[in-house]
């Protein structure tokens, strides 16, 4: 899955700009920092095994998870929080575990638009709050370049398997929890 690259809503693609929005004390500032932490060892062994950012058709590394609840639902969230592991995100994997996905973390809350090119998988994607609230959830079919979009500005969307959230009843309006300090309360 790739998040569309920065242009206007109208012709399809993602709204948003990777500019931080200059709010030293909002939520999303605190998610970077977060993500920031999480990742950042990850980077420094990456970058110095001289490995290709994204090799044609291979997917990339498996990135630092963090784990998610969606009500008693545990999940094992991968953490694309930089632009490239974004641009990578689950193109060209050949499976995900039971209760396994990726969390998007944008650098401020916007409409976000994905599409499937070059993702094998069948996923099903929640766009979601700053706060954690689920505002929509898209079916995506595998190989595709159809738009799949947030109904509204967010902050993160996470992939998982096509299915998963409806197999659980989750839908809009559901919370989704995270670790002390990923999402702002309400």
Known sequence: MKAWPTGAADQGTRQSSNVADGRQNSPIGGIRRFA?????????????????????????PRLQTVELRA????IQAE???????????LMFRQRL???????FVFPSQDRQCFWMRNTVLALSIAFIDADGTVVNIEDMQPQTDDGHC?????????????GWFRSRGIGPGA???GP???????
Request: glycine content about 10%.
């Open 150 to 162: 947030s109904a509204r500005p967010v902050s993160f969307a996470l992939e998982m398997e096509q």
């Open 97 to 103: 575990g039971p209760n396994e996905g990726m969390l």
């Open 36 to 60: 920031a932490a999480l990742l950042a060892p990850l980077i420094l062994v990456w970058i110095a095994s001289g490995q290709p950012a994204l090799a044609q058709g291979v997917a990339q």
């Open 180 to 186: 002390p300090g990923m999402f702002a309360p309400r």
């Open 71 to 74: 009500g008693i639902h545990r």
């Open 79 to 89: 953490l694309a929080a930089s632009e490239r592991t974004r641009a990578a995100g």
């Open 175 to 177: 919370r989704i929890a």
